[in-house]
């Protein structure tokens, strides 16, 4: 059995590569896994006792380089290119003792740096999507869109080109489907995202409308979004909502609470959370009910990547609207949108959110078209298991 060594790039890429290692390890026991972050930490990698290739580094872009030039301007200057160099000179060292395979996870970067290592390695895209580029009709957003057939650009493709390319995973049958017209073997097992929200808790313990706060998971923008997602609950403080708050382990909670202002401090009835109450509105916060939370709540308003994505996924309604950037930009919205469809509500005026949810809740054929097509963009759980078996096809050629 030849050993795996996964390259990903970025903190949700570490956390959907872990996933898929992990049922690896559930269908092989005796194969031998390695990761090497390429931006962050690993800590989803340490925590499920997968050794790192190399210790981690944080840059200033947290992996969102292709958002911003001035990002990819400061992690240069942090010394991007010389962590590439080192990372690429301990992949060719490990593939010289264990000749193995290379797993890529997420976008060009970590393809291109298992391109340039000479070894053979597959590809689990998880960032592009033909339902960027086209609306419901089949159509281009914008003229232009879909010159090259498909959201992976030709330069993209043809690293999958080489014979040392051996399996290539995409999010999504539509961009399963358009690659494979463009004569790309390529495979969709479903997203391993929406296994990191599995299995579903116990029901709700709250008897009134639930909601789902996501601000984001990067300081200092995630606080900035905390503003806006508070003055779009406080001016309907006469309402009866359980409001609560999915906050990233990276985030400081007491910089969150600090915010509140007008809002009373309560007895709260889950253990690791805080409760505050104004008005007829319940608020809780919590950095250890992530999947709980996505599973109890009926609505969502989220500022967040991938997070926005699982809470679609489970076929529920999401509010969002622009927030002050780097990551959650107009533009990042509006991409979001065109990935999510019908399950995402894109306003611009943050104080329409609570009376839009109310409006959804109301149409019962809207709510059935959303949890239809949370389905459709984001798959059926167990996308893990199933990439775990084509891999470990991949590894016993």
């Known amino acids: 059995m030849k050993q795996l060594l996964c390259l990903s790039n970025g903190h949700g890429e570490d ?15 005796d194969v031998e896994l390695m990761a090497l972050p390429l931006v962050g930490l690993g800590s989803a990698y340490t925590r499920l006792g997968i050794p790192l290739l190399q210790p981690g580094k944080i840059l200033p872009s947290g992996g969102f380089i292709y958002m911003d030039l001035r990002q990819l301007w400061r992690d240069l200057r942090a010394g991007l290119l010389g962590l590439l160099g080192a990372q690429v000179r301990a992949i060719r060292d490990w593939q010289r003792l264990s000749a193995g395979h290379l797993l890529a996870v997420g976008d060009i970067v970590p393809l291109l ?40 650009l030709p330069w993209e493709r043809w690293l999958w080109r080489s014979p040392r390319c051996r399996g290539i ?45 996501l601000p984001g998971s990067r300081a200092p923008e995630a606080y900035r979004n905390w503003q806006q997602m508070l003055q779009a609950l406080t001016p309907y403080a006469d309402q009866p909502l359980t409001c609560l ?11 969150l ?23 007829q509105q319940q608020l809780i916060l919590s950095s250890h009910h ?26 529920k309604p999401v509010i969002t609207f622009a927030g002050a950037g780097p990551q959650f930009t107009r533009e990042f919205a509006s991409r979001q949108k065109h990935l999510l469809g019908d399950s995402i509500f894109l306003l611009d005026n943050p104080q329409e959110a609570i009376p839009t949810l109310w409006q959804i809740w109301e149409e019962a054929a809207l709510l059935a078209r959303i949890a239809a097509n949370g389905k459709e963009r984001m798959g059926e759980p167990g996308a893990s298991d199933r990439i775990a078996e084509q891999l ?6």
Not at 16 to 29: D, N, T, V
Not at 291 to 302: D, S
Request: hydrophobic share 40%; aromatic share 12%.
């Open 392 to 397: 470990l096809k991949i590894l016993r050629d």
């Open 113 to 152: 740096v298992a391109y340039l290592t000479g070894g053979t390695y597959s590809f689990i895209g998880t960032a592009k999507s033909d339902y960027y580029l086209y609306d419901a009709t089949g159509r281009p957003y914008r003229w232009g869109m879909g010159w090259a057939g498909s959201d992976y």
């Open 15 to 29: 956390a959907i590569a872990s996933s898929i290692l992990q049922a690896l390890r559930h269908r092989c026991p």
């Open 245 to 255: 708050a999915a906050v990233s382990p990276s985030l400081d909670l007491r910089v």
């Open 257 to 279: 609470e600090q915010a509140l202002e007008g809002w009373q401090p309560i007895a709260s009835p889950l253990p690791q959370t805080t409760a505050w109450q104004l008005g």
């Open 290 to 315: 992530f999947r709980e939370f996505l599973h109890w709540a009926e609505g969502g308003i989220a500022l967040a990547g991938t997070a926005t994505e699982q809470y679609v996924g489970l076929g």
């Open 169 to 213: 995973f995409v999010r999504d049958e539509l961009t399963a489907k358009g690659l494979r017209h463009l004569g790309y073997p390529v495979h969709y097992c479903g997203n391993p995202m929406m296994d990191l929200v599995m299995p579903p808790p116990a029901p709700s313990p709250f008897t009134t409308k639930t909601i789902v706060l």
